[in-house]
Structure formats: C-alpha cells, structure tokens
C-alpha cells in the first residue's frame, strides 16, 4: 500500500500535496489534544501558569487595605493551645472596632457552643462591630455533590454581617490556582470569603451570577468559568500582605491608624494548626493568604482571563506556529530550520506571557508542541522524499553552480527541468589571447599552474554573479545565466560578471609582473537568448547539464570575431537591448557571422578600451551613423579625430579603411551596412 501511495505522488506537485497534508495533520493533531484537554499536555499547561508567577512576573504590589491577623506561633505561645476560648475573639472584634476597621473575616468556623457567656460574649461583639464575615465549609461526593456543610452555631452566624465559603479546589498535582467563587445549596448562592471581603470592600450588597460572569452591583464584572471558578492571579509568596499577631491585636498593642479602613482576614498561619496550601508560589501559603488575594484580585480588578477570545488565540497560534514551523523544514534544512524553531517558540513564549501580564493566560504548550510536530514531520518528509531530489541536484550541479543556486535548488528541485526545457539566458565564452604561443614559450608545469590559477580566479567571479560554469574548453570558459533556475536579471548579471572578471584580471596581471611571470589577456563574447537547457549525454556513462542552440553559437562566434577588434569582450545585439538602459555601449559594427544568414548588431561596453570614454563612445556611434549613410569623407574625418585621441583603436582603423575604400568602390544602391564574416 505505502508503495502505491509513493508511486501516485512521484512528481513534485504530489509530492508538496502530500507534504502540506502531513503539515495540515499535525496541526489539526494538537488542535484535538487542545480540545479535549489532554491530561499530560495539560499539566505541564498547569505548570508554566506557576512559572509565570515564580520564574518569570515575581511578587506585586499587594493592595494596601488589606491585612491579614495571623493566628501564629506566637499568639498560641501567649493565648494557650489553640482553639482558644471565643471570649479571645471578642476581645479582638472589640480592639478592630474600635481602631475603625472595614471588615473582619474568619477563616474559621465555630461550630459547637463552648459557653453561654464565650458564646454571647463573641455574638454581641460581632453584632456590635456590623462588619464580621464567618467562614462556612462544604463536603462533596466524587460526582461534586453537596452531601454536608459546617457552619457556625445559629447564634454567632445570626449575629455576623455575612457568611461566605472556605473550601479550596487544588489540581491534580495539589496546586491551588482557581478558586469556586460560589457555590450552589438549594438554590442559593454561598459566595466565597475572599469575594465576601471584596463586596465589604466595594460597599456592594448584591451579586448577580450570569454565564461566566459574576456581576457585582451591576457594574462591576468578574470573569470566571462555568462552575463559577475564577483563576487566581497570585501577587506572591507568603507574607506580601501586613501581618499583625492575633495576640497583638487582642492585647491593644497594635496602633489603631494600622488597622483603620482595612479589610481584616484572621486565619491561621502557624504550621501546628495545618491550614497550608500549596500555590504556585510556595508549598506552604496559609490559607487565609489565598482568601485576601481572592479579594485583592477583585478589588484591584487583576483578573486572569480564560475564555472563548483566548481559546481562539490558543487556536490561532497553534495554527500559525505549526504553519511557520513547516514552512521553514521546506526553506531550511534540518541543522538551520532546528534552531529556527526554537528561536520562533522561544518568542511565542515571551508574546504569551506579554498576554499574560495584561490578563491573558493563552497556552504557552500546545503552540509550540505544534510548531516542533509539524517540523518532525516535514523535516522527516523531506528526508524520506524531497532530500532524494536535493540530493540529486547538489550532486549534480555542485561542482559548477554557485551554492546560492543550489541551495535554490536544492529547496525547489522541480526549478530546473532536467529532461530538457527552453530558457531565455545569456552566454558568456572567454579565451586567452595568443595561448598556444604562450604555452609554447614556457614549461608545462608553468603552463599548468598559470592556467589553473586563471581558471580558479574566474570561476569565482562568475560563481559570485550567480553564474553557471559550463565546461572548460582548453584554455577557455562557457558560462551562462538564466539556467538551470530562472535569473529576470540574467543579462545585467552577465555584464556585471564581465566588468569583474576585467578587474580580476588586471589583478592578476600585477601579481605575475610582480613574480616576474609573463601575464596574458583574455577575451571574449556575450549573447542572449533562447536555447534548449538540459541533461545532455548518455545516462548511465556520461551526462551533464547544459545548454544548447543558436544563441551559444552566437556566443561563441562573438569571442572568435572579438580578436578582429582587438576588443576584451564583444556584447551581441539581443544582449545589449537588455541592458542598454543601465551600461554604455559603443555599437562596433552589423555582421553576418559565418553560417548565418541574418546579421547582427555588436558593441562594446564603456571602459573596456583605454581612452574611449562616454565622450569618444558617442562621437564613434556618430561617426558610425555618418558611415551608413555613406557619408565616407565626413565618416573618415570623424573616425581620425576619435583615433587621434585613441591611438590604438581598431575600430577606428577599420572604418577608416572601409571609407577610403567604398570612396573609391561605392557599394551598391541596396547595400545594408552589413560586414560579412569569413572566418569563425
């Protein structure tokens, strides 16, 4: 079956389906894990919301108003072994009231009467102060169902201004990071202590709850989940908020100005009474911290939100990670795409607890799981299938393609089509001027070392302008651009080649003088045009890439007819109509090369002759045109003025004879201007 599946996608564009589906299968993979919450995946979730509070935000500022009256190690050591005696607690209530407090909430309960006088005693001074808040707990079946609640004796919890629930709802792992703000007994709402301290702290007497919001007066919104569950944004470790000594408090030894206007919770923090809870910033926070940071949340309106909007960015970033990610196994190879990756994933982490800061919890797993999943897969895609033609390609044109096209091709082999395709390039052929006498003139050895040291040189210039080095014909070079990929540019890459192989060489002329070498020149032609491009050879014994047809002729025949100029390089017509707008030329002459017919324009680019500049260029093209218009005698004076300048110009020389001769010889009424080449 899989080889059927591999022989239906052999080419390219099946095999990219292929390859975009198995990317399209691992997004959707995570995107189904995000939805149905899996529970590996979800409790490394759960845990990089306690790193964002620990390792990453650290502590905030409390709110001022709120405090905490701890019942303490030291409180017991005065007081007694705890429980102590309710009397104790009217003590307190009538220390906070008289210091002008706001609210005063037990994170205990008193369940059974202890004495008609303690129990009295503490009803008469909570109902005095009008601002108590008693605690109440629930227990639950495993299905969350109600099955009992603690509460305090009718007459206390009559005499308290309001009761509002204890009960902690911790993880899997046992941290505490949501809290049930209410909770639902028979058609009545029990609001948690910690929203019970806010509302005292708002001055609000009613809550509404709506679907995943608990609305406070009408006004003020508190967004939680459908239980009713509100994540805590947690402002630090134990002890951020003021603590003050039940003892001290009860005895008076705590100036009333720092109790004044604050919201009271009294709860245990002495490790012997074990109300300990785990957050995500310690293992040990008393339970009434967590209660003041509740209302803290509420008052301060510090909400951590998790709701339809951040499921859709959830969502959203798991579709454009996984995209990103498998979009650069197909860019980059493995070794580059890796790192990549983890720089993409390293910045989605820092862009989710930016969202985070500003009461955002996106996930900071599931995105980057899908970016890593789908670089899994397409980087094993890729190795599986596509590398096999990468592979091909750098194999094959590694040896003469410069390594920015084959790292072209190696991403998009299908580029270039081996079988044979027309392309529109340019051709560059060069030779050494008078080689075979230079070779005769010096060792083999010195021939060798020269001609390599050249050749080497000349690659890399042509390597640098994107150039594809065909073969080497004796002393000579066949190059082109446009081919075996798509070069817009491949005519002005050319000319720009041309102008550094011309400065490479003079470089290299003063380096031979200097080691007492004798230097050489070089010439050659350049043409564009269409040719076929492929593998051409037999397969299995010989093949290589190339490129074939008129235009490599053209070409090739350009380089022969530079050496009647006397010019470094002759441009063919087509070449310079593509870079006219952007080079100087000086147009040489319109031939016929052998075995063609229709005849051609050549030029020379500016800067290739010394002492034709931009100036002398247009003066011979004017000359020239005085030529064709047979206009010998004007044409002549022209053309001597030019060489006068320029001594040693051919072309100068050429047309000057020309004009002696056809002043003598006039052509025919239908001469073209046409130069008919006889030799190649």
């Not at 406070?216 to 000594?245: C, E």
């Not at 190059?479 to 050319?494: N, V």
């Not at 564009?528 to 890439?545: F, I, L, P, R, T």
Request: glycine share 8%; proline share 5%; charged share 25%.
């Amino acid at each position: 079956m899989v080889s059927a599946i591999m022989k239906k996608v052999s080419s390219r564009r099946g095999m990219r389906w292929v390859s975009w589906l198995l990317a399209l299968a691992s997004v959707s993979s995570v995107v189904m894990l995000y939805y149905t919450q899996n529970p590996f995946l979800e409790a490394f979730e759960a845990r990089t919301y306690d790193l964002r509070f620990k390792a990453m935000r650290g502590p905030i500022t409390p709110h001022p108003d709120i405090a905490i009256i701890a019942i303490d190690d030291k409180s017991i050591a005065e007081l007694g072994r705890f429980p102590w005696t309710r009397t104790e607690y009217a003590r307190l209530l009538k220390q906070t009231s008289a210091a002008g407090a706001k609210a005063v909430l037990f994170d205990a309960f008193f369940p059974e009467h202890e004495s008609a006088r303690a129990d009295g005693a503490f009803a008469e001074a909570a109902k005095k102060a009008g601002n108590v808040v008693l605690a109440t707990s629930f227990n639950f079946d495993p299905s969350f169902r109600i099955t009992s609640r603690i509460r305090s004796i009718a007459e206390i919890e009559r005499a308290a201004s309001g009761v509002g629930h204890i009960n902690f709802l911790p993880d899997g792992d046992g941290v505490n990071r949501r809290s049930r703000l209410l909770i639902e007994q028979d058609g009545q709402f029990i609001p948690s202590l910690g929203l019970m301290g806010a509302m005292v702290a708002l001055g609000e007497k009613t809550f509404e709850p709506d679907v995943f919001d608990i609305v406070l007066g009408g006004q003020r919104h508190i967004p939680v989940s459908a239980d009713y569950s509100m994540w805590i944004n947690f402002t630090g470790p134990p002890k951020i908020y003021p603590h003050f000594s039940f003892a001290d408090v009860a005895q008076g030894r705590i100036a009333p100005a720092l109790l004044k206007d604050k919201i009271l919770f009294v709860g245990a923090t002495a490790m012997g009474v074990y109300d300990m809870r785990v957050t995500p910033f310690d293992g040990n926070t008393p339970g009434v911290e967590v209660h003041a940071t509740i209302a803290d949340n509420i008052i301060s309106e510090r909400f951590v939100r998790q709701t339809g909007l951040e499921a859709l960015l959830d969502i959203t970033f798991i579709v454009l990670l996984g995209s990103m990610a498998y979009f650069l196994t197909t860019r980059l190879r493995l070794y580059t795409a890796l790192p990549a990756t983890v720089l993409l994933a390293s910045a989605y982490v820092w862009l989710s607890y930016t969202f985070f800061l500003q009461g955002h919890w996106v996930s900071m797993i599931y995105p980057p799981v899908a970016a890593f999943a789908a670089l899994l897969v397409g980087a094993s895609f890729r190795f599986l299938v596509l590398e096999r033609s990468a592979r091909k390609m750098r194999a094959m044109f590694s040896s003469y393609l410069s390594d920015k096209l084959v790292a072209r091709l190696e991403r998009d082999p299908e580029a270039a089509k081996l079988g044979g395709d027309s392309k529109e390039v340019t051709v560059l052929f060069t030779d050494i001027k008078g080689f075979t006498s230079y070779s005769e003139g010096h060792t083999p050895q010195e021939v060798v070392a020269r001609l390599n040291e050249y050749l080497g040189e000349m690659v890399q210039v042509i390597e640098n302008f994107d150039g594809t080095v065909d073969k080497f014909i004796g002393d000579g070079i066949m190059a082109y651009w446009g081919a075996p990929l798509e070069q817009p540019d491949h005519a002005e890459l050319a000319i720009a080649c041309i102008r550094a192989m011309k400065k490479k060489m003079k470089e290299l002329r003063a380096k031979w003088e200097k080691e007492g070498i004798e230097p050489f020149y070089i010439r050659g032609g350049l043409q564009s045009g269409d040719v076929v491009a492929g593998n051409v050879g037999c397969e299995g014994k010989k093949m290589e890439y190339t490129v074939i047809g008129d235009t490599v002729n053209q070409a090739a025949r350009l380089e022969g007819t530079a050496k009647y100029y006397e010019v470094t390089f002759l441009i063919g017509e087509n070449t310079y109509e593509k870079t006219a707008a952007t080079n100087h030329y000086r147009e040489l002459d319109r031939i016929r090369v052998v075995g063609k017919q229709n005849p051609v324009r050549i030029y020379e680019l500016s800067g290739f002759t010394a002492g034709m500049d931009d100036a002398a260029i247009d003066e011979f093209n004017a000359a020239l045109v005085l030529y064709r218009e047979r206009k010998w005698a004007e044409a002549r004076y022209c053309f001597e003025l030019i060489l006068q300048r320029v001594p040693n110009d051919k072309p100068c020389k050429i047309y000057i004879e020309r004009c002696e001769f056809f002043m003598k010889n006039p052509p025919p009424e239908n001469w073209d201007g046409v130069f008919n080449r006889r030799e190649k």
